[in-house]
């Protein structure tokens, strides 16, 4: 599942999970592409593949950067993009899109582990909240690796990471801290049932949404991603993370700080 940006700084509250549509398409489509020019640098030209592309509304945003072509990558079955829907969604909140981005944008399907592209394909590779949803993180690295050209450049943002307290993508609905370190799912779903008949307009979201994207989660730490990056031959050339002030009080004892602590990465690799 696409998140938006990091909420507060450090000294701040921790954020709300999923803030109103306004800021998410404004967050996707002018501060992730942001982000990722900050990392990789200039992109103008390149062969570009988005790694769990979600709606593609970043992709749209690298546009205006001059990439030459990109992919976006997402499983097969769980959503088929429409291009000229995602324009119109755009533009309804304001934003000019690309007039030629029906030449230089493709969606494509695959089946969680294989990606349908021949080796060094791609000059930049990028994934913004994906890899918490990856069931086979060392596979999809491979194949990151594989389809990425000699001196290509490798962006990963992963939010949130698991063991934080957002890590389980509902604390919009359920509000005890770190109940999904410590509840069977069976708990999670009673709670959600009763939040959406206290909502019953949101029931189609957060029951055939939300608790979908709860179920996928790998349950990840950076510290074990980052053991997968080097295992696969990846270099990391830059990172950085985020955390928040936090009340720990009812976190489990057996987790380590740095789990708890960790809400997001971002990284910058070469192959």
């Avoid at 942001?34 to 200039?42: D, H, K, R, T």
Wanted: with cysteine; glycine share 6%; proline share 7%.
């Amino acid at each position: 599942m696409n998140t938006p940006m990091s909420g507060p700084s450090e000294s701040e509250s921790t954020p709300t999970f999923i803030p109103p549509d306004s800021e998410w398409i404004h967050s996707h489509y002018f501060t992730v592409p942001e982000q990722i020019a900050y990392f990789c640098g200039e992109i103008r030209g390149s062969r570009v593949l988005d790694v769990g592309c979600g709606e593609m509304l970043s992709d749209f945003g690298l546009l205006p950067l001059g990439v030459q072509h990109l992919t976006g990558l997402d499983l097969a079955g769980k959503r088929n993009v429409d291009l000229a829907n995602v324009s119109d969604r755009l533009r309804s909140h304001g934003i000019s899109v690309s007039p030629d981005y029906a030449s230089r944008l493709l969606y494509v399907g695959y089946d969680g582990l294989h990606f349908p592209f021949p080796n060094e394909s791609f000059d930049v590779i990028v994934s913004w909240s994906a890899f918490e949803h990856v069931a086979d993180v060392p596979q999809v690295l491979r194949e990151i690796k594989r389809v990425s050209c000699r001196g290509a450049r490798v962006f990963l943002q992963v939010y949130p990471w698991y063991h934080c307290l957002l890590g389980s993508h509902l604390t919009d609905f359920i509000s005890e801290p770190y109940f999904h370190l410590k509840r069977p799912p069976e708990w999670v779903l009673q709670r959600l049932n009763e939040y959406v008949e206290e909502h019953p307009e949101k029931r189609d979201f957060v029951l055939g949404h939300m608790w979908q994207e709860y179920q996928s989660l790998n349950r990840y730490s950076a510290n074990r991603f980052y053991a997968d990056l080097i295992a696969a031959g990846f270099t990391v050339q830059k990172a950085v993370t985020t955390t928040y002030e936090q009340n720990l009080t009812e976190a489990p004892r057996d987790i380590p700080l740095a789990d708890l602590m960790i809400y997001e990465t971002k990284m910058l690799l070469r192959p």
